[in-house]
């Protein structure tokens, strides 16, 4: 792969777009290497968390590659925006928890695939936005669905009418980025939190991943079914069986997910 590092090594897996000449924009190629990326992730059976983060110094991801897009006809960019919509249903898919690691620019598509993390942490120079008006399209890899779950229609809509960046401390204050950290710190932020999850049981984890997000677009009846299902389906694992025998003998838990 030329534009994607994947560090695979031990539960926690990190996956960096690494194209910094370009701030790291997505263009078909980058966007086929992550998708490959996100398969060998799944595939990887030791891989309990991942976290996704840009190269260089600047850019988490400044969008899809405008010089790409610049002479799409319809028909391409509709399959651009497949491809977009595909990849980032695969990331958002994953049955392991996903944290973005927002190191810089996040704009268009870097918003969106930042939204299609499971949450985001950013650093203090982290900059949102979906400035796709600006170059008079809208957002193509899920940024009007996606933001305004996230944040509510009238600031999503705010957002993308405008096509103004938005700051961290922003970005916090709507409920888009969780946490603002200096830059030098905000890996080490995103390790610590991935390093508490992998030590939870991984079928419950994977459980509450699929159920709240199963869940979140639904009725709260039939949503809270979706819930009594996956609360149930994990009794009879060993993981179940030894978080309990675990907390009753006062030690902690060795959890071999099955
Ligand atoms: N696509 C292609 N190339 C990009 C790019 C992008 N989205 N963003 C930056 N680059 C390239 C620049 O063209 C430049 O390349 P050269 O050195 O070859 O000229 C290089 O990255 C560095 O960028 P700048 O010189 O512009 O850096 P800067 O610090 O002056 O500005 C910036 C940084 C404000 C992020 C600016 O680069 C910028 O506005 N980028 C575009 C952001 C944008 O509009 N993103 C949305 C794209 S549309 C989209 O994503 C649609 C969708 O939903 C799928």
């Known amino acids: 792969m030329d534009f994607i590092k994947l560090e695979l090594d031990g539960p926690i897996a990190v996956l960096t777009i690494d194209r910094p000449k370009a701030l790291n924009a997505l263009n078909r190629q980058v966007l086929t290497e992550f998708s490959d990326a996100i398969g060998q992730v799944a595939a990887n059976k030791t891989t309990r968390a991942l976290i996704v983060t840009g190269g260089g110094e600047k850019a988490f991801v400044a969008g899809a590659d405008i010089a790409e897009m610049a002479g799409l006809s319809q028909a391409e960019s509709t399959a651009f925006a497949e491809l977009g919509h595909r990849v980032l249903d695969s990331l958002e898919g994953l049955p392991i928890p996903v944290i973005?690691?927002?190191?810089?620019?996040?704009?268009?598509?870097?918003?969106?695939?930042?939204?299609?993390?499971?949450?985001?942490?950013?650093?203090?120079?982290?900059?949102?936005?979906?400035?796709?008006?600006?170059?008079?399209?809208?957002?193509?890899?899920?940024?009007?669905?996606?933001?305004?779950?996230?944040?509510g229609r009238a600031r999503a809509k705010e957002i993308i009418f405008t096509g103004e960046m938005i700051d961290a401390a922003k970005a916090k204050e709507i409920g888009l980025a969780l946490e603002v950290l200096p830059a030098a710190e905000l890996m080490a932020h995103c390790k610590k939190v991935a390093g508490n999850i992998v030590k939870r049981g991984p079928l419950a984890v994977a459980q509450a991943k699929r159920v709240i997000d199963a869940g979140a677009d639904l009725p709260l009846q039939d949503a809270n079914k979706i819930e009594r299902e996956g609360f149930a389906k994990l009794f009879g694992t060993?993981?179940?069986?030894?978080?309990?025998?675990?907390?009753?003998?006062?030690?902690?838990?060795?959890?071999?997910?099955?």
């Open 100 to 151: 973005a690691a927002v190191n810089g620019f996040a704009l268009g598509g870097g918003t969106e695939l930042a939204l299609a993390c499971d949450f985001i942490y950013a650093s203090e120079k982290a900059k949102f936005g979906q400035p796709e008006v600006v170059l008079g399209v809208i957002p193509g890899f899920g940024g009007t669905q996606r933001l305004t779950r996230i944040v």
């Open 238 to 258: 060993g993981d179940q069986k030894e978080g309990m025998a675990a907390f009753v003998a006062k030690r902690p838990p060795e959890f071999k997910g099955n």
